[in-house]
């Protein structure tokens, strides 16, 4: 016997049976067979509503087959279930007969839901959906005896009283006994998340981890560009994943994301990348006009934000809650519905299929509205717990924490110097000339390179601040850090491909980084191509993890 659900609705019309079965196909993929359609294969029935005539066929058919004929139109279909498919959903079944040669034919595979409300409510719910004159009387469909309906209670495995439940939660209740929600102790999301003022090289990483994961999920807003590397070029990504051209991985932006319309459309078409794989939560904020003139005028000139409208539109939904001028959603805007999904209805089914999922937080841990030096701050929280909430994931969803540093921090160019506006402090500031001269590189070329993804604004950088870099551990508790640009180190790093390649200057860096985080670092990046010569060869991570995200070999 196949391992496979036979889910049997039983109940008087009105009650919720084909709108539960509907769900269930929905949602859960099941196979909706309707006693209708196997009544409807044997009859050639005219008129705007047969269902009498269907009523009194089924009482035939009934008396013909002893009550089989149900199980045998399900038959058929229960042996073409794909292994992938949880099941059939029978909508419907009308007696304890009935019932009785499905439990004979299935055995436990089948599970019997009864649905049931009172009389007020069936004939309130049969006049808001019938409401032509034409349509037959309640008591001419009203086919279950008062008889049937006990004894159709007394046997179902589930039953629900509806007047007080729509479908969803009748679906909830269902599918709980079909053990199709998961447990709470499944843990199969990895986030990835910036462990100092941003830009720590988060993109590359993800590009690089893609392929692992069966879904990309990503927070925060345009306001962050994520840099990749791969043959024909460098790629920024503002809004999608940065690992959308590296996998075939469903992508997610969560609810919590804003949304720049007209650069993410561009960013989607330049990604070539349909609506069925891409979902965008229809809660999601969309920036407009005026949320970007806002930031132009005031934040961007005092501590070097982006100007992207991200902080405005977020205060917006805040301030104008139930008014005309608060901001739209993803919902709201055409171009996007054929992209709408709801987050956490196919992360719950990552979860039921045990896919794996990274999540790729975006910008630092220091600039976090709450944990960063105020006001030198973005509008969000950009640690872990703030990107989950944004997506919508629970903490105890998480597998792996990975944080990612940089071995010499930046913050921005400073605004407006001459009016003492600045970007935010830097414990012990230098120059990329000097970094680049202490490490033997081109000081031209990495001056050249240290521009800003997202404003192509200068950079400022710093050397490594260690209190700075234990207060994210803190924050953020990784499993695994990620280490970039060790060539500021030492220009010899760009030619390391395994860990004893690397400098002893770097290895005893990397030894105290571990000691302080109390974790590994698991993934080393030695480079980041400049130059269109350096695009030849981009193996420039040393992979020194023990765990994989792949799905293990069934």
Not at 27 to 35: D, T
Not at 39 to 50: F, S
Not at 490 to 511: M, P, V, Y
Not at 541 to 553: G, K, L, Q, V
Request: charged share 25%; hydrophobic share 35%.
């Amino acid at each position: 016997m196949k391992k496979h659900h036979v889910v049997i609705i039983s109940g008087k019309t009105c009650t919720g049976k084909t709108g539960l079965a509907e769900k269930l196909r929905q949602r859960y993929g099941f196979r909706v067979v309707s006693s209708r359609d196997i009544l409807n294969a044997r009859l050639e029935l005219a008129g705007k509503d047969h269902r009498p005539a269907l009523i009194e066929e089924a009482r035939n058919q009934d008396e013909q087959s002893n009550s089989k004929w149900i199980v045998a139109g399900v038959q058929p279909q229960f042996e073409l279930l794909r292994d992938d498919e949880p099941g059939i959903v029978v909508d419907h079944v009308s007696s304890a007969e009935q019932v009785r040669q499905f439990r004979e034919c299935f055995s436990t595979n089948l599970v019997h839901v009864h649905l049931y409300a009172t009389q007020e409510t069936l004939l309130k719910r049969y006049a808001e959906a019938e409401p032509s004159a034409d349509a037959p009387a309640y008591s001419d469909i009203d086919h279950l005896t008062p008889e049937s309906v006990e004894s159709l209670k007394a046997d179902a495995d589930v039953r629900i009283f509806t007047d007080r439940t729509d479908s969803e939660d009748t679906l909830v209740r269902v599918a709980a006994q079909l053990h199709l929600l998961t447990p709470p102790e499944l843990r199969c999301v990895d986030v990835l998340v910036g462990g100092q003022y941003g830009s720590e090289g988060k993109g590359n990483i993800v590009a690089y981890l893609a392929n692992e994961y069966d879904v990309l999920i990503r927070v925060g807003g345009p306001n962050a560009g994520h840099t990749v590397a791969n043959a024909e070029g460098k790629i920024v990504h503002h809004q999608l994943p940065s690992g959308t051209r590296f996998s075939n991985a469903k992508i997610l932006l969560g609810p919590g994301i804003t949304l720049n319309v007209k650069g993410l459309l561009a960013e989607i078409a330049k990604s070539e990348i349909g609506p069925g794989r891409l979902f965008i939560d229809p809660q999601a904020t969309i920036i407009d006009a005026q949320d970007i003139a806002n930031e132009e005028r005031g934040v961007k000139g005092t501590i070097a934000s982006t100007g992207s409208g991200s902080g405005e539109a977020k205060a917006r939904r805040i301030r104008n809650r139930g008014r005309p001028d608060q901001p739209k959603l993803a919902r709201d805007i055409p171009e996007l519905e054929p992209y709408l999904g709801s987050t956490v209805e196919h992360l719950e089914l990552a979860y039921r299929h045990g896919h794996s999922v990274l999540l790729e937080g975006t910008q630092g841990s220091a600039l976090s509205l709450y944990h960063g030096e105020y006001p030198y701050v973005t509008s969000r929280d950009t640690n872990v717990a703030g990107c989950l909430a944004e997506a919508g994931i629970s903490p105890s969803r998480v597998r792996k924490i990975l944080m990612v540093v940089r071995t010499t921090p930046i913050r921005v160019a400073d605004p407006d110097g001459d009016k003492g506006n600045i970007s935010g402090h830097l414990k012990v500031e230098t120059s990329f000339r000097v970094i680049a001269e202490n490490a033997g590189l081109d000081p031209d070329e990495v001056e050249a390179a240290e521009r800003t993804s997202t404003t192509n604004r200068k950079r400022r950088v710093g050397w490594f601040e260690w209190s700075q870099f234990r207060r994210a551990c803190d924050l953020n508790a990784p499993t695994d850090i990620v280490l970039t640009f060790v060539d500021y180190i030492s220009a010899s790093n760009q030619k390391a491909r395994r860990f004893e390649q690397l400098s002893s200057d770097t290895i005893k860096f990397i030894e105290e980084l571990e000691r302080v985080a109390q974790a590994p670092v698991s993934l080393i990046n030695t480079r980041f191509p400049q130059k269109d010569g350096d695009f030849k060869d981009l193996r420039s991570i040393i992979d020194r993890r023990n765990w994989t995200a792949r799905s293990p070999i069934r």
